[in-house]
């Protein structure tokens, strides 16, 4: 088990640059990357001498949360991968001095890590989670060598799929005569949904930067985030609309702004935020770059429940001009 955790992470980053801070190293204002397995020596080794107190060991855990709302596994899996060398003496021991299987063991004591990764998840500041997670695993082989049984349940190993997210109505159904929940006829909806972003975005006066950020999409330039498979199951119109041109909304915004304006968006001041991220009750993950923390955007909409709508260029700019009275 420890060696496919192993070789997953490997595969997921190769040999490029590994960023902790913001996940991107593009986006990142820490210019100086290791590999990966430069920076796991260093997670281990941090770990191993105190995790509490470990910056490295903060962002990694924050990096966990952050790809956690995304349904996404890599980081959870880097965590396990930094963690299981503690595991490995130790389950080799027990399975022989109890003379019970070692791989169960080592099952056991992923599925409770995963068990605290998902316990710890609020109000437990980010510094003291991966020393709960070891703990916990060490004393659960403990009590499975002694017990010396081959029975375990692994049905919590199903943490790693997260429930689907429900997304709530746009926000700007209250000034619309259209109930979205009314409407049966998926690309319809499709539809509606994109002309009123780009009725908002009109209105706000910041239709020229996405305007920008079409001409990049239809140039090839740059291509849009949304899957082929949510394309195919979720997008009522792909097959006659050109499926390259379809991104989220949450695009066209910068992936992370700072803890200040994040404070603002959320209504609290930059201090009590402050607090609430070392007292580990911040209500969403956030990334530590340097001595500062940045706040990924789509955590902060999940948050707001602004809805991450996928969109189609074309809707967006109809939308638009539409609201702009058809002047272009």
């Not at 955790?5 to 991107?24: L, Q, T």
């Not at 980081?75 to 019970?100: E, G, M, N, Q, Y």
């Not at 063991?105 to 316990?119: G, K, N, P, Q, Y």
């Not at 930067?209 to 999409?217: K, Q, S, T």
């Amino acid at each position: 088990m420890f060696d496919h955790i192993e070789w997953n992470v490997r595969k997921a980053f190769g040999k490029s640059p590994v960023c902790v801070h913001v996940g991107d190293v593009k986006e990142c204002d820490i210019k100086r990357h290791p590999t990966y397995p430069k920076f796991r020596a260093e997670a281990i080794s941090a770990g191993v001498r105190s995790a509490p107190t470990s910056r490295l060991w903060e962002s990694l855990i924050a990096m966990g949360r952050l790809c956690d709302l995304d349904d996404d596994s890599t980081w959870r899996l880097v965590i396990l991968d930094c963690i299981v060398p503690c595991f490995r003496l130790l389950s080799t021991r027990i399975a022989r001095d109890f003379r019970v299987e070692r791989e169960e063991i080592r099952s056991a004591m992923v599925a409770t890590a995963l068990e605290v990764w998902a316990d710890t998840a609020v109000g437990v500041p980010p510094r003291h989670v991966r020393d709960r997670m070891v703990k916990a695993a060490f004393e659960v082989a403990f009590r499975y060598g002694s017990a010396n049984s081959s029975e375990y349940s692994m049905d919590d190993i199903e943490i790693f799929v997260r429930p689907e997210i429900s997304t709530p109505s746009s926000p700007l159904r209250a000034t619309s005569i259209i109930d979205m929940s009314g409407i049966r006829d998926t690309g319809v909806a499709e539809q509606i949904r994109g002309e009123r972003l780009g009725a908002l975005l009109q209105g706000h006066g910041c239709f020229d930067a996405v305007r920008g950020f079409h001409d990049e999409l239809r140039s090839g330039r740059r291509s849009g985030s949304v899957s082929q498979a949510v394309r195919a199951t979720r997008l009522g119109r792909s097959r006659i609309s050109d499926p390259n041109l379809y991104y989220y909304a949450s695009d066209l915004y910068p992936p992370f702004i700072g803890l200040r304006e994040a404070a603002g968006v959320m209504g609290i001041a930059e201090s009590a935020a402050h607090r609430l991220i070392r007292a580990g009750q911040f209500p969403f993950p956030v990334a530590r770059a340097g001595r500062s923390y940045k706040v990924s955007v789509k955590a902060l909409m999940h948050f707001k429940d602004i809805p991450d709508a996928i969109v189609h260029v074309e809707d967006i700019e109809n939308g638009a001009l539409h609201a702009n009275g058809g002047v272009r």
